[in-house]
C-alpha cells in the first residue's frame, strides 16, 4: 500500500493528479436525492465496453466474406475454447444495450431531465439512439444466416418508399439490388469501424456536455420542482452540500452495474435462445425465403406500423414525424415543472406512447 | 469508529471478490485467444513407396509443419524436418547436388540433414519412418 | 405564455392519433390467410358429379396426402388435365385402372424405393398368388401419410394372423419413438448454435435404412435390421449425451457467476452505507 502511495505522489507531482481527483472525483458533488436511475448511464458505458471487446475477440475469429461468414461462426461457437460464451455476451450484450438505452430514455423522459439548460443533452441522446440502432442493424448481418440476410431485405426495403431518392438510396445501401456479399462489406465496415467511433465520440460529447452544464436535480422529494432556469449566463448547476460521487455514488453505480452483469449472465447461461430464433442457424439461402420473417423486437413496432399504413410512404413518414417530435422534445415542452405528477398532459401522452410502442411491438410479434 | 472496521472487513471481501472475478474473465479470454491444443500423438502419414523416385525429395505437410521425404541414389529412405535450424526458412532440394540448400542466408545441408556449410546451428531433425510392403509410414 | 400554450397544444393530437391508429388497425390490415389453390384438373370437374363408382375416388382423393402435395389424378393415371376431350386419350399417357399385378409397378414410379422393398418382401412374392398390393394396405384414392398404423389388427388379420404383424410393429415403433427423440434433441440443439451438421446426416442416413424396414415382413430379418439400427442410434445418443453434459456444466457455471455477482453487488452495496 505504501508503494501504492508513492506512485500517486509520484504522477501527481507531475500531472496534479489529486487536483483532478478532488475535482473530478472526490469533491464532484451529486444532489443528495439522487436515485439509482441515474446510474443507467454508467451501465451503458460498461455495455458499450463490453461489446466492443467482445466485438474484438470475435473479429479475431470472424470471416467477413459472404462464402465464409457463417462457417466462422460456426467454428467460433462450437470450436474455438470459449468461442459460444463470447458470442453469447455479443449477441445478448447488444439487445441489452438497446432495452437499458430505453430505460435511460424514460428515466430522462419521466424526471424531465431533457429540459432547459440540457437540450443539447437530450438531442446528442437521441443521436445515440439512433447510432445504436444503426450498429444493431449491420451487426445483424454478420452471421450471414437466413435470419440475417432477410431481416436486412426487409429492413433495406423500407427505404424504398422514400419519393424520389428512395430506390436509389436502397441500392445504395446493399450496394447492389438485393442484399449480397457487397452489403456485408458495407455492413461490416460500418458496424466495426465507422459506427463504434462515432459513438465514441458521441458519448463522450454527452459526457462532457454532463459535466460542462452540471448533473440535474431529481425532482422528487421537495415541493419546488418548477424552477424556471434563467437563461442570461452560463452556471455550472452545482449541489452544494451533496454527496461526493467517489466514494458514494461511485459505489451505487458498481452495485448497480453488478446487478446488471448478474441479469446479463443470467441471459447468456440459462436464456440462451433468447436472441435467436431457428434460422438464425441456416446459412443463408439467397433465393429462399423462410416463413414468419421478422426483425429483432426493438425494430418489431416499426415494421408493424409499416405494415398497418397502405402506403409504405405514410408508414414512414408517420415514424418520422414521431421521432422528430422526440427529438425536438426540449424545445416543444418548454414548461420548467419536472415532477411527473405535476405535468399531466406530459404523463398522459408518454404512458399512451409507451403502451403504443408496447402494443405495436406485441402485434409485430404475432402477425 | 465502527465504520471504518467494516469498511476495512467490506473493502477486503470486495478485493478478494473482484480479484476472483478478474480471474473468472480473463480464464476464457486466454483460452479464447490461444493457439488449438496440440494432440498428443501427431496423425501419421502414409505414402507409397512409388511417390519418391531415387535422387528425388517430396515436400509433405507433417504435425503441422513442413517436412521433407527424400530417397537417395543408394536407395535409402529418409524422412528429415524441413525447416532451417537458422532462422526458420524452408529448405530446397538441389537434385545435381543432392543436398538441401536454404534460400534465405545460403545454409547447406546433407540428404540425412547434417550441416554442409552456412549459418545453421543444428542438423536438419530426423522424423521416424517405417517402411513395409512398399508402403511409407511416416511418424 | 401563450407560445407555451400554443406548444401544448401540438402534443394534444398525439393522443387521438394513437387512439385512432389503435382503433383503425383491424379494419386497416386485414388477415392474409391464403391458400394457395391450383386449377382444378379436367378429371375432378368431370368425375365429381358422375354417380357410385366413377365419382366415389374425388372424395376420397380430397382427404388424401396426394392431393395436399398437388399431385392429381393425371399424375398417376395419365392423360391430359386441361383439356377434357384429351383427358383420357392414350396417345396423352392415360392408362387407366392398372390390373392387380400391375399395382406395384403403377406406384413404383414416383416410389421406386419403396416398390424394390416391397417387391423383395413375403407380401411382394405373394403378388398375384392371394398377396396383397400397394393399395391393399395403403388404399388407392384416400392414401393418407404412411405411419406403423398401417400396421394394425383389422388389416392384417384380413389374410393371416397378427402375432407376426404385432412383432414386427412393436419393434418398429420402439425405433421410431427413439429415432424421434434424437430428431428432437438435435434441432433442439441446432437452435442453441450447436454444430449439428454431422448428427443430423447421421440421423438422416440412420432413418432412410429405418424406412427401407416398413416393406419387410420377415420377423426375424426386421428383428435384426432394428437392433444394427438401435445400435448405430446409440451411437448418436451418446454423442448427444457429450453436448447435454457440457452444457449442464455451462449452467452451473454460470449460476455460480449469477451468485457471485449479486454476492459482490451486495458487499458494495453495504460498503456505500458505511459512508452515509
Same mark, same amino acid.
Given at each position: 500500500m505504501a508503494l501504492l502511495k508513492r506512485l500517486y505522489r509520484w504522477v501527481d507531482l507531475r500531472i496534479g493528479a489529486s487536483e483532478i481527483v478532488a475535482k473530478e472525483l472526490t469533491g464532484y458533488l451529486l444532489p443528495r436525492n439522487i436515485n439509482e436511475w441515474y446510474?443507467?448511464?454508467?451501465? #451503458? #458505458?460498461?455495455?458499450?465496453? #463490453?461489446?466492443?471487446v467482445t466485438g474484438m475477440l470475435l473479429m479475431v475469429y470472424y470471416v467477413p466474406d459472404a462464402d465464409k461468414a457463417f462457417k466462422s461462426v460456426t467454428f467460433i461457437m462450437n470450436e474455438v475454447p470459449y468461442g459460444w460464451l463470447i458470442r453469447l455476451c455479443h449477441a445478448v450484450g447488444s439487445n441489452m444495450m438497446v432495452a437499458v438505452l430505453i430505460l435511460h430514455m424514460l428515466s430522462t423522459l419521466f424526471m424531465g431531465s431533457y429540459k432547459s439548460p440540457r437540450e443539447l443533452n437530450w438531442l446528442t441522446g437521441f443521436i445515440l439512439l439512433t447510432l445504436v440502432q444503426g450498429i444493431s442493424l449491420t451487426g445483424y448481418l454478420a452471421p450471414w444466416s437466413q435470419l440475417s440476410f432477410w431481416a436486412t431485405t426487409v429492413a433495406t426495403n423500407s427505404a424504398s418508399a422514400i419519393p424520389v431518392i428512395g430506390p436509389y438510396l436502397v441500392e445504395f445501401l446493399r450496394g447492389g439490388k438485393l442484399v449480397?456479399?457487397? +452489403?456485408l462489406g458495407r455492413f461490416f465496415a460500418l458496424h466495426v469501424s465507422v459506427l463504434p467511433v462515432v459513438i465514441a465520440a458521441l458519448i463522450g460529447a454527452h459526457l462532457f456536455i454532463l459535466k460542462r452544464t452540471g448533473?440535474? +436535480?431529481?425532482?422528487?422529494?421537495?415541493?419546488? +420542482?418548477?424552477?424556471?432556469?434563467r437563461a442570461e449566463s452560463y452556471s455550472y448547476q452545482s449541489h452544494p452540500g451533496g454527496i461526493p460521487f467517489f466514494p458514494n455514488y461511485a459505489l451505487q453505480d458498481l452495485t448497480s452495474i453488478c446487478i446488471y452483469f448478474a441479469i446479463f449472465l443470467a441471459v447468456v447461461f440459462f436464456a440462451p435462445n433468447l436472441p435467436f430464433t431457428p434460422d438464425a442457424f441456416v446459412p443463408a439461402d439467397p433465393f429462399k425465403t423462410p416463413a414468419h420473417i421478422k426483425p429483432e423486437w426493438y425494430f418489431l413496432a416499426n415494421y408493424q406500423t409499416l405494415k398497418i399504413f397502405p402506403s409504405e410512404l405514410l408508414g414512414l413518414s408517420v415514424q418520422a414525424i414521431a421521432m422528430t417530435f422526440l427529438a425536438l422534445l426540449p424545445f416543444i415542452d418548454r414548461s420548467p415543472e419536472r415532477h411527473p405528477m405535476k405535468r399531466p398532459l406530459f404523463l398522459i401522452c408518454t404512458v399512451a406512447g409507451i403502451l403504443l410502442w408496447i402494443g405495436l411491438t406485441v402485434w409485430g410479434h404475432f402477425s | 469508529m465502527e465504520n471504518d472496521g467494516r469498511r476495512k472487513f467490506l473493502g477486503v471481501c470486495l478485493a478478494g471478490a473482484t480479484a476472483a472475478?478478474? =480471474?473468472? =474473465?480473463a480464464y476464457p479470454v486466454v483460452r479464447y485467444l490461444g493457439p488449438k491444443s496440440r494432440q498428443a500423438g501427431a496423425e501419421k502419414l502414409v505414402l507409397s513407396a512409388s511417390d519418391v523416385p531415387e535422387g528425388e525429395a517430396k515436400f509433405i505437410e507433417y504435425a503441422g509443419a513442413s517436412a521433407v521425404l527424400v530417397k537417395t541414389k543408394t536407395g535409402e529412405l529418409i524422412a528429415l524436418s524441413a525447416v532451417c535450424t537458422h532462422l526458420g526458412c524452408i529448405v530446397q532440394w538441389v537434385k545435381d547436388q543432392q543436398h538441401f540448400l536454404c534460400p534465405c542466408h545460403g545454409g547447406l545441408f546433407a540428404t540425412d540433414g547434417t550441416v554442409l556449410a552456412g549459418p545453421p546451428p543444428r542438423p536438419l531433425a530426423k522424423i521416424p519412418l517405417t517402411l513395409t510392403e512398399g508402403k511409407i509410414t511416416i511418424g | 405564455?401563450?407560445?407555451?400554450?400554443?406548444?401544448?397544444?401540438?402534443?394534444?393530437?398525439?393522443? @387521438?392519433?394513437?387512439?385512432?391508429?389503435?382503433?383503425?388497425?383491424?379494419?386497416?390490415? @386485414?388477415?392474409?390467410?391464403?391458400?394457395? *389453390?391450383?386449377p382444378e384438373t379436367v378429371c375432378i370437374q368431370c368425375h365429381a358429379s358422375l354417380p357410385d363408382k366413377l365419382g366415389a375416388p374425388v372424395n376420397l382423393w380430397r382427404n388424401s396426402i396426394h392431393a395436399e402435395n398437388g399431385i392429381s389424378c393425371n399424375s398417376c393415371h395419365g392423360?391430359?388435365?386441361?383439356?377434357?376431350? *384429351?383427358?383420357?386419350? @392414350?396417345?396423352?399417357?392415360?392408362?387407366? %385402372? @392398372?390390373?392387380?399385378? !400391375? %399395382?406395384p409397378a403403377f406406384c413404383g414410379r414416383c416410389h421406386p424405393g419403396v416398390q424394390k422393398d416391397y417387391l423383395a418382401s413375403g407380401h411382394g412374392r405373394a403378388l398375384g398368388?392371394?398377396?396383397?398390393?400397394?393399395?391393399?394396405?395403403?388404399? !388407392?384414392?384416400?392414401?393418407?401419410?404412411?405411419?406403423?398404423?398401417?400396421? !394394425? *389388427?383389422?388389416?392384417c388379420t384380413r389374410c393371416h394372423s397378427f402375432e407376426r404383424a404385432k412383432a414386427i410393429k412393436d419393434a418398429m415403433q420402439q425405433t421410431e419413438g427413439y429415432i424421434e427423440g434424437i430428431g428432437r434433441r438435435i434441432s433442439g440443439f441446432q437452435a442453441t448454435g450447436v454444430d449439428t451438421e454431422r448428427l443430423g446426416k447421421g440421423l438422416f442416413a440412420v432413418r432412410n435404412r429405418f424406412h427401407t424396414l416398413f416393406h419387410e415382413v420377415n420377423v426375424a430379418r %426386421?428383428?435384426? *435390421?432394428?437392433?444394427?439400427? !438401435?445400435?448405430e442410434l446409440a451411437k448418436l445418443d451418446a454423442d448427444l449425451k457429450v453436448i447435454e453434459e457440457s452444457h449442464a456444466k455451462r449452467r452451473v457455471a454460470g449460476a455460480i457467476a449469477v451468485s457471485c455477482l449479486l454476492l459482490i453487488a451486495l458487499l458494495v452495496h453495504l460498503l456505500r452505507r458505511t459512508y452515509k
Open positions: 446510474s443507467l448511464g454508467s451501465i #451503458l #458505458l460498461v455495455i458499450f465496453a #463490453l461489446q466492443v449480397g456479399p457487397p +452489403t448533473i440535474s +436535480t431529481p425532482p422528487f422529494g421537495s415541493s419546488e +420542482t418548477a424552477k424556471p432556469w | 472475478a478478474a =480471474v473468472a =474473465v | 405564455m401563450m407560445i407555451k400554450a400554443s406548444m401544448r397544444i401540438l402534443a394534444l393530437p398525439l393522443l @387521438p392519433i394513437g387512439a385512432l391508429i389503435l382503433a383503425t388497425m383491424p379494419i386497416l390490415h @386485414p388477415t392474409e390467410a391464403i391458400c394457395a *389453390e391450383q392423360g391430359d388435365p386441361k383439356n377434357a376431350a *384429351e383427358a383420357m386419350s @392414350p396417345s396423352k399417357g392415360f392408362i387407366g %385402372v @392398372p390390373s392387380e399385378t !400391375n %399395382v398368388k392371394g398377396g396383397p398390393t400397394c393399395v391393399t394396405c395403403h388404399g !388407392n384414392h384416400q392414401v393418407l401419410k404412411a405411419s406403423l398404423d398401417l400396421i !394394425n *389388427e383389422k388389416s %426386421v428383428k435384426t *435390421e432394428s437392433t444394427q439400427i !438401435n445400435t
